[in-house]
């Protein structure tokens, strides 16, 4: 069975840092792609990086580029999401996913998701 645990979340104030953990069983880690999402109130889901652990290539959109890095270590099967110089707009709840084959990369579609992590950024 596939699990997602997301943790590292929490309160912190504008310009801050927070390490987001994914901590994840039950597929073969260094095979497949990872996706980090985000979801504010009232918002639509949003993706924020990916890590393709099938190469180690990594994806982040423009709206994190330089603030938000993601990395692998696989030998406790985790991904990490290190935010720093962080905005109240990056306040929502964090969630880590895999798509539904290892052949398929960051693009997804994904199938398994984690229970996610709340990030509040604010002073």
């Known amino acids: 069975e596939v699990q997602l645990v997301e943790s590292g979340g929490g309160l912190v104030q504008p310009g801050g840092s927070l390490r987001l953990s994914c901590t994840t069983s039950g597929f073969t880690f260094d095979e497949y792609a990872i996706g980090w999402f985000r979801q504010a109130p009232g918002k639509e889901r949003e993706g924020v990086s990916c890590?393709?652990?099938?190469?180690?290539?990594?994806y982040y959109p423009n709206f994190v580029k330089g603030r938000f890095t993601t990395s692998s270590d696989n030998a406790k099967n985790t991904v990490y999401l290190q935010m720093n110089n962080l905005k109240p707009e990056d306040t929502a709840v964090y969630y880590c996913?895999?798509?539904?084959?290892?052949?398929?990369?960051?693009?997804?579609?994904?199938?398994?998701w984690g229970q996610g992590t709340q990030v509040t950024v604010s002073s």
């Open positions: 890590i393709n652990n099938n190469g180690g290539a990594t």
């Open positions: 996913a895999i798509p539904g084959s290892p052949y398929y990369t960051c693009s997804g579609p994904y199938d398994h």
